[in-house]
């Protein structure tokens, strides 16, 4: 089984709303990722969690913030964002395994298309 | 510099032909892996097909076989018998292991291909 989950499919918000955005995996996988991915454009890295802590933030502004509750839960919380931050967000996970390093192969959700108005 | 390099924007292929899609990359790592996901319009990016650098022969995975020339640092994906439902994004991706540490992979990604599968 390699599923990633991710809720919700689609979210529109308001530029003062707070919202979360919620990924799961079940297959014991200790790495999972954010990315924000624009139209006709290659997904971007925004954070990474390694064994439940932030190990890569990308640089992203303060208006996401990352969690990771436990290793097979990851969201990102939404709040005052813009319309530029309008995309689709997939979340992936990963076994991060070091003697496998170079095979840690990536397993992406479906994504949630999130518009900003 | 550009770290994975897809020079074809788009491409078209008839049903049941073969199509390649050019992938090269540019690392001064020994250890890197080298990727391909699918994307179609629904957008769930799908694993196709993985080949570590060390690998001696060419991965395969059903239709799909990837060509990897270290030398030329190139690791171009081959589609066999297209299918109505190859029409996608494809996108090629590299993980450094360097980057890391080995802790969590860090993929760069390429422009991607978008390929069309026609009657």
């Known amino acids: 089984d390699t599923e990633v989950t991710q809720t919700p499919k689609h979210l529109v918000m308001g530029m003062t709303n707070k919202k979360s955005l919620k990924c799961e995996q079940h297959?014991?996988?200790?790495?999972m990722y954010w990315y924000k991915q624009k139209a006709k454009k290659p997904p971007e890295l925004m954070f990474v969690y390694s064994y439940e802590k932030l190990s890569i933030n990308e640089s992203v502004p303060s208006r996401f913030s990352p969690e990771c509750p436990n290793s097979s839960l990851l969201n990102l919380h939404l709040h005052a964002l813009q319309p530029e931050d309008s995309a689709l967000y997939l979340c992936?996970?990963?076994?991060?395994?070091?003697?496998?390093?170079?095979?840690?192969?990536?397993?992406f959700g479906p994504g949630t298309r999130l518009t900003v108005l | 510099a550009q770290k994975i390099t897809q020079t074809q924007p788009g491409m078209f292929v008839q049903e049941k032909e073969a199509v390649t899609l050019d992938c090269t990359y540019d690392t001064s790592d020994p250890s890197y892996g080298l990727f391909w996901y699918k994307q179609p319009s629904s957008g769930e990016m799908i694993f196709l097909i993985y080949q570590g650098s060390y690998d001696q022969q060419n991965a395969t995975e059903g239709r799909y076989s990837l060509n990897f020339q270290k030398a030329r640092k190139s690791a171009n994906l081959v589609i066999s018998a297209s299918q109505l439902g190859d029409s996608a994004m494809y996108f090629c991706a590299m993980r450094e292991v360097g980057s890391t540490g080995g802790t969590a992979s860090k993929l760069t990604f390429g422009t991607g291909t978008r390929l069309q599968v026609t009657l």
């Open positions: 297959m014991g996988h200790r790495a």
């Open positions: 992936a996970s990963s076994p991060s395994r070091k003697r496998e390093a170079s095979t840690d192969t990536q397993y």
